[in-house]
């Protein structure tokens, strides 16, 4: 008899728990696993992609973010390909040459399921080195140098920076390695400079120059306006003195946007929820990077090179914003 009167007490109990969560618009059923493709460990795409998990999870009710360390642009858009990733964080160059299929997508596939969500941030190039003799780019030839991991945007804009200065990979000595793993090797006198395409400070570059000297490569005026006339992606960059340790002196550089990215077949709810989150805890993900800092809904939805997916397209509006 007793068991009867708890089992009628344990029914009621249950019956008003997913009555008070429908009434607060809560699913009792497990939120849906999203991986969050970044870059090394040591990138800014890892660092932003950890922040993002660690303040939205908690307010996401249709999904739970989990970050993934990759080797970056290229690798995510395969993985948002394949379906082992929900979101990834990629260069906008990188994603446009995806969609079309050129440049270092050329006789691939052309990745037409791509969409954009948000400009994030300006990736900046910077060419760092701890060798005194090395000034300017020309002055890599014949050098070891580190151009991220193979097939990766950093070894595309490598390619295009030395390109631009009349030289190719065959003046240099092309090393492939992650950001961390490139720090590492100049700290040991194992490479010259490394090209490193990231939000600035980067972690690995930040770490180097807590107890090595380092110099930052800059780009000259002539340089950068060729740049920006063949690759429409490129914008000039000033990186300012005291985003390094010891580093006391203005550079001009180039950068390109950082964007979060889905597949189509991510569904619009999950987008928009994801999107909705993303501004209102603005503040909180800032702590991450600082090109984070007040980025507005109207910035993020600028210049991103293909399709807004449909999640992103209703919150945009639903903000007032015309989309272009």
Do not use: W
């Not at 997913?18 to 890892?46: H, Q, R």
């Not at 739970?64 to 690798?75: I, N």
């Not at 006339?229 to 203005?250: N, V």
């Not at 800092?293 to 015309?322: C, D, F, R, W």
């Amino acid at each position: 008899m007793r068991l009867k009167k708890n089992t009628k007490i344990i029914s009621v109990l249950l019956s008003l728990v997913l009555l008070l969560c429908g009434c607060a618009g809560i699913s009792p059923v497990n939120k849906e696993k999203a991986v969050l493709a970044t870059g090394g460990t040591a990138g800014t795409y890892f660092a932003v992609g950890s922040a993002m998990s660690t303040v939205l999870n908690p307010v996401l009710k249709r999904s739970e973010l989990s970050v993934l360390s990759t080797g970056g642009s290229r690798a995510n858009i395969a993985l948002l390909d394949s379906r082992d990733a929900s979101f990834a964080i990629v260069q906008n160059d990188v994603l446009y040459y995806a969609y079309t299929a050129t440049d270092l997508f050329d006789g691939d596939t052309a990745h037409e399921k791509l969409r954009g969500l948000a400009c994030l941030y300006e990736e900046t190039l910077q060419i760092v080195t701890c060798d005194e003799s090395i000034k300017t780019v020309t002055d890599l030839k014949g050098k070891n140098v580190c151009v991220g991991d193979e097939g990766s945007g950093v070894e595309v804009n490598a390619r295009q920076i030395l390109e631009a200065y009349g030289m190719t990979f065959e003046d240099i000595n092309v090393v492939n390695a992650p950001f961390e793993e490139a720090a590492q090797s100049l700290k040991k006198g194992e490479i010259d400079a490394a090209f490193i395409i990231a939000g600035a400070p980067t972690k690995a570059v930040t770490d180097l120059s807590k107890d090595t000297k380092i110099r930052l490569v800059a780009l000259d005026d002539e340089h950068i306006s060729s740049l920006k006339s063949k690759y429409r992606f490129y914008g000039e960059t000033i990186l300012s003195a005291g985003t390094y340790s010891g580093f006391d002196e203005d550079v001009t550089t180039v950068s390109v946007k950082a964007v979060l990215t889905a597949s189509e077949r991510m569904p619009k709810e999950e987008v928009y929820e994801l999107l909705s989150a993303f501004f209102e805890k603005n503040e909180l993900l800032s702590s991450s990077h600082k090109g984070l800092n007040g980025l507005t809904p109207k910035e993020a939805s600028e210049g991103i090179s293909v399709p807004m997916h449909k999640g992103a397209e209703k919150y945009y509006k639903e903000q007032g914003i015309v989309l272009k």
